[in-house]
């Protein structure tokens, strides 16, 4: 019993590696364009993606979030204010990721 116990968690850890392998080919090719970022689920995931080797666009609402994204990645993150409800400032940050990527096709928007 024990034996079979002990082969379903070695399986279940072997499932979990699999499932936690890269899935994205040339991750440093990639560009990830990510609003809300200031806080909550947006830095988090501007903060993991960075870690994983995309280039991130993050779009901050406040100075201070900006600021802060910047000291704690990489120089792979590029921080814009944005404020989605004003058109200039989206105007803006358009701007900036068409600048940012360049011919190296379309940023991936999340």
């Known amino acids: 019993m024990f034996l079979h116990v002990l082969g379903l968690v070695a399986l279940w850890f ?11 080919s040339n991750q440093g090719d990639k560009h990830v364009y990510i609003t809300g970022c200031d806080s909550g689920f947006g830095n988090l995931l501007a903060r993991h993606l960075d870690k994983l080797g995309f280039h991130v666009i993050a779009g901050c609402y406040t100075e201070k979030g900006e600021d802060e994204l910047k000291k704690t990645c990489s120089d792979r993150l590029t921080a814009v204010h944005l404020d989605v409800s004003d ?15 360049g011919e190296k096709g379309e940023p991936l928007f999340i």
């Open 14 to 24: 072997i499932y979990r590696w699999y499932k936690e392998t890269k899935r994205v």
């Open 87 to 101: 058109s200039d400032s989206v105007a803006k940050a358009t701007a900036l990721i068409k600048t940012v990527v």
